[in-house]
């Protein structure tokens, strides 16, 4: 009996090696595509594909279904998406996240994931799956990537937060926006009355002071903001707006040269010098050195109620930085109303 139930036991494992090797074989046959995502933090069509488009692909194909996520977190990130999009033959215009690579094929926004995904990795699958994308700028990047089945819990809290306070900074946003408008509607009505020979009478003690203070807290501002852009670094944002998406987003650099920071700093220093000369200097300068200002800050005042509309409408997240700066060269413009009107009507006199 002993002898007859060891045979058994046996003969069981012999049949048993054999088809555990088989599985084990057939297992590690399984095709897989490899996908990398490029995303940013406060993008809410990112925020879509993360939590309603691959989690129902991943439950689906589960082990045959890699996905890298690469956050775009800086400009340097943005630069070397632009210059993977020109390798794989992609304009600037072209590209924007959520960005999904398969192999060589591109996959870029929701719609186009949402519809074209699926069907890519049947295809994929069926050839015998995908390594990932051959592209010397990938493999760079690949290091700060996130496995997207290991990350859920982190993307669910990220979009928590960033739909929290984009929600907050949109309305921030939004209320500066009408403000700038109305103080730009208020600076026409006070110009026009000054043509009519009612200009304003010229701010004296503290309110005069108020301007270079204004203009060094803007400097501030403005330095921090190029120091982010030259070096890479993520801001310090707090509570309100996602800074980095707006920082890291095509608008935070002018004509995608001159950073939008370094033009603001050069616009409060010649601010803040022009104030110093009107104050200090009684040459002819001096005399046309306000109106020279009111210029200035109505020109920041107007280009600030732009890029908040790209705030708004397009990059989809707001700056806590750019919004201060929106708030003080508005502050700045009105200060400057009287010098002028003042100008403006003693040059209707002369005439």
């Known amino acids: 009996m002993r002898k007859t139930l060891i045979i058994l036991i046996i003969l069981l494992l012999l049949v048993g090696i054999p088809t555990s090797v088989k599985a084990a074989s057939i297992q590690s046959k399984q095709p897989v595509v490899n996908t990398v995502m490029f995303w940013s933090n406060g993008c809410p069509y990112c925020t879509q594909v993360l939590t309603t488009i691959l989690p129902t692909l991943q439950d689906k194909y589960k082990s045959q279904l890699n996905i890298l996520l690469i956050e775009l977190a800086t400009s340097k990130d943005v630069d070397n998406l632009y210059a993977l999009g020109a390798f794989l033959g992609l304009t600037k215009e072209q590209i924007a996240v959520p960005f999904l690579l398969i192999d060589q094929t591109v996959m870029i926004g929701v719609d186009e994931i949402n519809t074209r995904l699926p069907g890519m990795i049947e295809k ?34 990220v979009s928590q937060a960033a739909a929290g306070t984009n929600t907050v900074g949109l309305a921030l946003a939004w209320g500066i926006m009408i403000l700038m408008g109305i103080a730009v509607i208020l600076a026409i009505v006070i110009i026009l009355r000054a043509f009519q020979g009612k200009p304003l009478r010229e701010f004296k003690g503290w309110l005069d002071i108020v301007i270079p203070i204004l203009s060094i807290i803007g400097l501030g501002a403005s330095i921090y903001l190029t120091y982010v852009e030259v070096t890479h670094t993520r801001a310090l944002c707090g509570p309100v707006g996602d800074c980095n998406a707006v920082q890291s987003s095509p608008y935070a650099k002018l004509f995608g040269v001159l950073p939008i920071g370094l033009m603001g700093a050069f616009g409060y220093i010649a601010i803040l010098v022009t104030w110093l000369w009107r104050r ?3 040459d002819s300068l001096s005399k046309i050195a306000g109106p020279v200002m009111y210029g200035m800050a109505l020109f920041g005042t107007l280009f600030s109620i732009y890029l908040t509309y790209l705030e708004l409408f397009v990059i989809h997240a707001v700056c806590i930085w750019c919004l201060a700066s929106a708030v003080i060269i508005t502050a700045l413009m009105l200060l400057n109303l009287p010098p002028i009107t003042q100008w403006l009507a003693i040059s209707d006199e002369e005439e």
């Open 124 to 157: 994929y699958l069926t050839a015998g799956g995908s390594e990932y994308p051959n592209a010397p700028l990938l493999r760079e990047m690949l290091p700060q990537a996130v496995a997207y089945s290991s990350s859920d819990l982190y993307l669910h809290l």
């Open 280 to 282: 200090f200097r009684t």
